[in-house]
């Protein structure tokens, strides 16, 4: 073999390897519900496992995890905005209660979503 076939087969092996490591990649970590009060976590509620908790730092608030997705079931806000928002479930997305100081975020995986609004 000349040190062209070399360079060439050599060429050839990394080509052929470079799939490989699309299967070798860490996986994203699932999506999450963060839950934060005063601006600190205070829960993190994964989104494939059904949950009802409720928090009453700053006064009252029942979150929901059902079928991937989280929303805000109850509040004692003079408004209840929070539960009009609906259920958030992609990477980025947001509730707030602007009285009871909660937020509720989507963290983890990129689901393909670069923005949101509503």
């Known amino acids: 073999m000349k040190k062209g ?5 050599g060429l050839a092996l990394v080509l052929a390897a470079a799939p490989l490591t699309l299967f070798l990649t860490p996986a994203a970590p699932p999506a999450r519900a963060v839950v934060r009060i005063n601006g600190g976590v205070v829960r993190a509620l994964p989104l494939e496992t059904d949950a009802l908790i409720s928090f009453d730092e700053c006064g009252y608030n029942r979150v929901r995890v059902r079928g991937g997705a ?3 079931e109850e509040a004692d806000c003079p ?5 009009r ?4 479930r992609h990477t980025g ?22 923005a949101v609004t509503r």
Request: with cysteine; net charge negative; glycine share 10%.
């Open 5 to 9: 076939d070399l360079i060439i087969l």
């Open 70 to 72: 989280v929303f805000i």
């Open 93 to 114: 997305e947001t509730i707030t209660c602007l009285p009871n100081r909660l937020t509720v975020t989507i963290e983890g995986a990129a689901q393909g979503v670069d």
């Open 79 to 83: 408004d209840g905005a929070c539960m």
């Open 85 to 88: 928002m609906g259920p958030i």
